[in-house]
């Protein structure tokens, strides 16, 4: 979970609207063009269901419902 959140945040430092390069980002291996606002609200979500993951698999803030992934547009 660690290196996933890691890894998310490091994605925005580079790619997002206030990141290094701030144009976003070219994924080829899934034809996946990203810009720089849009990789704000993917890292977002990332964090947000990181989160709700460890809180999760730590044994609090469980409420038995089924989870829902949402993909909000940017």
Same mark, same amino acid.
């Given at each position: 979970?660690?290196?996933?959140?890691?890894?998310?945040?490091?994605? &925005?430092?580079?790619?997002?609207?206030?990141?290094?390069?701030?144009?976003?980002?070219?994924?080829?291996?899934?034809?996946?063009?990203?810009?720089?606002?849009?990789?704000?609200?993917?890292?977002?979500? $990332?964090?947000?269901?990181?989160?709700?993951? &460890?809180?999760? $698999?730590?044994?609090?803030?469980?409420? &038995?419902?089924?989870?829902?992934?949402?993909?909000? &547009?940017?």
């Amino acid at each position: 979970m660690t290196e996933i959140i890691n890894q998310a945040e490091t994605l &925005k430092a580079n790619y997002g609207s206030s990141g290094a390069s701030g144009r976003g980002i070219n994924l080829t291996e899934i034809n996946e063009r990203m810009s720089g606002q849009r990789v704000d609200v993917f890292v977002g979500m $990332l964090l947000q269901q990181a989160a709700k993951a &460890k809180s999760i $698999l730590s044994g609090d803030g469980t409420d &038995k419902r089924e989870p829902v992934l949402v993909w909000g &547009k940017a």
